[in-house]
């Protein structure tokens, strides 16, 4: 049997005073004393008890909301953040106008028990959500539970669930497949995060387009980049000194391809000449790069708009399907 939900009416009994006067101290009316907020706060903490925003919501009648969700937004380096959560928010900004719905956006720090616990505390109903990792316990404990969920970048149909994706590892195969083409034949890859799924679904169209080639290929090419500029410039000068004879990169982030491109220039190689460059995003400093760097562009506002728009059909138990596949585009530009 599940742990039984503790109301406001449990709280007020064990302080011995009347759910009104026990509310008024929890919402921090002025008629309340310090002493005596202090105390049922206190009280309300030790025995676990969440407010029901939803609840409140819905006696005002203010249920009229899409909420997206973003986790670890304050590790985002400054390009992903403009160009992708940006961009999501005004496609999912979008869609809300249409249908005269509220956005509502929180963020979710690193550390947090539980996003159930979250998501009851601060009212939400539903949520599209960004920025999780496929294999976190808590977002499968979210996933289970009642509340319906669109993930952006994580595939998943789980109960009352959708998600909005792109095929990462044919456009990682086509990146790559870029390179081959203009006669590159030793290609390093820098991934991502290693739980980030479309990290190892980059990964995958990476070997694939090699091994479609017979083109060789070891562990030590494939480098950890974590998303990270600093880290992958780094992580290309080691790879350079250990085997200078590499012609190719494909990154799975635009902003790690640019962090290899520096690392590049510092050891005394150029690009396309030496060393061809392949990035994923299209992120909107890539086309002004010198030289412009090619990449796989994805549409982060069609993303959104989707995701609002799949979420909202959820909500009104609308029979549509649940996992949306959205098109990219390889740019071809001079890094290649």
């Not at 202090?38 to 009648?61: F, P, S």
């Not at 090699?210 to 600093?230: P, V």
Request: negative net charge; contains cysteine; charged residues 25%.
């Amino acid at each position: 049997m599940g742990k039984q939900t503790v109301t406001l009416k449990d709280v007020a009994e064990r302080a011995g005073m009347s759910v009104t006067q026990v509310s008024r101290a929890l919402n921090g009316y002025n008629d309340v004393s310090a002493s005596t907020k202090e105390r049922i706060k206190a009280l309300a903490d030790e025995m676990g008890y969440i407010k029901n925003v939803a609840a409140q919501k819905l006696a005002t009648q203010c249920s009229n909301q899409i909420a997206l969700v973003i986790k670890g937004m304050e590790n985002d380096n400054k390009y992903n953040t403009y160009s992708a959560v940006y961009s999501v928010i005004r496609g999912i900004e979008a869609y809300t106008s249409k249908i005269n719905y509220d956005l509502t956006i929180y963020t979710i720090r690193e550390k947090m028990q539980s996003y159930v616990a979250y998501f009851n505390a601060k009212g939400i109903t539903s949520a599209i959500l960004i920025g999780f990792e496929y294999n976190d316990p808590y977002l499968s404990e979210l996933l289970e539970s009642p509340i319906p969920c669109v993930c952006i970048d994580i595939p998943t149909t789980a109960g009352n669930n959708g998600c909005i994706i792109v095929n990462n590892s044919y456009y990682a195969s086509e990146a790559v497949e870029l390179l081959i083409k203009a006669g590159k034949k030793k290609i390093a890859m820098i991934t991502g995060k290693e739980n980030a799924i479309v990290s190892m679904e980059r990964e995958t169209g990476y070997k694939i387009a090699l091994a479609k080639h017979q083109i060789d290929w070891n562990t030590e090419f494939i480098l950890k980049g974590n998303f990270e500029r600093e880290t992958a410039r780094e992580c290309t000068k080691e790879i350079l000194k250990k085997y200078p004879d590499i012609d190719g990169f494909f990154c799975a982030s635009d902003y790690m391809a640019i962090g290899c491109m520096e690392g590049i220039r510092e050891m005394g190689k150029s690009i396309p000449e030496d060393i061809g460059v392949v990035g994923f995003d299209d992120i909107p400093v890539s086309e002004y790069l010198m030289p412009s760097l090619s990449t796989v562009a994805q549409n982060s506002y069609e993303k959104g708009y989707a995701a609002a728009t799949l979420i909202h059909e959820i909500i009104r138990k609308e029979n549509t399907p649940r996992i949306i596949t959205l098109e990219c585009e390889l740019k071809i530009r001079d890094s290649v």
